[in-house]
């Protein structure tokens, strides 16, 4: 199976905003051993802006578009290093792809970007994909790595999307605040009422709440490709999602017709 997992920073840091090694580690493992078992995998990793952060001493996650540039250019290092070592610990090679909008709808620039991408799978390295945060200003910028895993996993034709969160996946409300929410363990279609779960608040780390993972539901389904959100905080949900067993929200991508 073509896998794209995406991790966002709230599974990677913790509330302090420092990496969160033991986690970190044990996902690099899993997914190192997934990748032995045959699948390949694709990274969408955030965490950039928040341990460029974390390095140079920021008190907070830089809120002006200068500090989060150069805060991502140090952080975008960082989380390559911790990769780079991490993977390379189990004999994966990994390789960073840094994107922005105009990548993705510039033709060209598409084709290249795919290009490069079915190379590296077929050499059986890992592909680690962020927003080139560095660049990608209002106009140009994806925005968030939710929508940025669902369009890479249209372009990599994969088949399974996997978003690792810091939530057990959807619920018909927020589980914090009402007692008799309940949770959507599959959602065959994205129906008017399941999309208007999505307007909830983010995490306080991340970028994204349920809106964009929901938002990235429409885009990899309507592609074909299932996608499923689950709790990041255990990793080895990985192993469980792969092989079949129920856990997280999952969302059936809508097959073609034959
Ligand atoms: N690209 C951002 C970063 O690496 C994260 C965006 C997101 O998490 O949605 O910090």
Do not use: W
Request: include cysteine; aromatic fraction near 4%.
């Amino acid at each position: 199976m073509r896998i794209v997992v995406k991790i966002g920073t709230s599974t990677l840091a913790h509330a302090t905003g420092k990496i969160n090694l033991r986690r970190v580690e044990e996902l690099c493992r899993t997914m190192s051993d997934l990748k032995n078992a045959g699948h390949e995998i694709i990274l969408v990793s955030s965490g950039a802006i928040g341990m460029g952060a974390g390095k140079l001493g920021l008190r907070s996650r830089p809120s002006d578009m200068p500090s989060k540039q150069a805060a991502a250019a140090v952080g975008q290092c960082e989380l390559m290093y911790v990769y780079d070592k991490l993977f390379g610990e189990y004999g994966h090679t990994v390789a960073q792809i840094l994107l922005t909008g105009e990548d993705i709808e510039d033709d060209t620039r598409r084709t290249n970007f795919r290009n490069t991408l079915f190379r590296l799978l077929e050499f059986g390295a890992l592909p680690v994909v962020n927003e080139n945060d560095t660049v990608a200003t209002k106009e140009i910028v994806i925005g968030d790595n939710d929508t940025l895993s669902a369009v890479v996993a249209v372009n990599a034709e994969a088949d399974l999307l996997i978003l690792l969160s810091d939530v057990d996946g959807l619920y018909t409300g927020d589980p914090r605040t009402h007692e008799d929410a309940e949770f959507l363990s599959e959602v065959k279609a994205l129906t008017p009422e399941i999309l208007s779960l999505g307007e909830g608040e983010g995490s306080a780390l991340g970028t994204g709440g349920m809106r964009t993972k929901l938002h990235a539901a429409e885009t990899a389904t309507s592609a074909g490709i299932d996608m499923v959100i689950a709790n990041g905080s255990r990793p080895s949900v990985l192993y469980d999602i792969v092989e079949g067993r129920p856990c997280g929200t999952k969302f059936s991508g809508r097959r073609k017709e034959i």
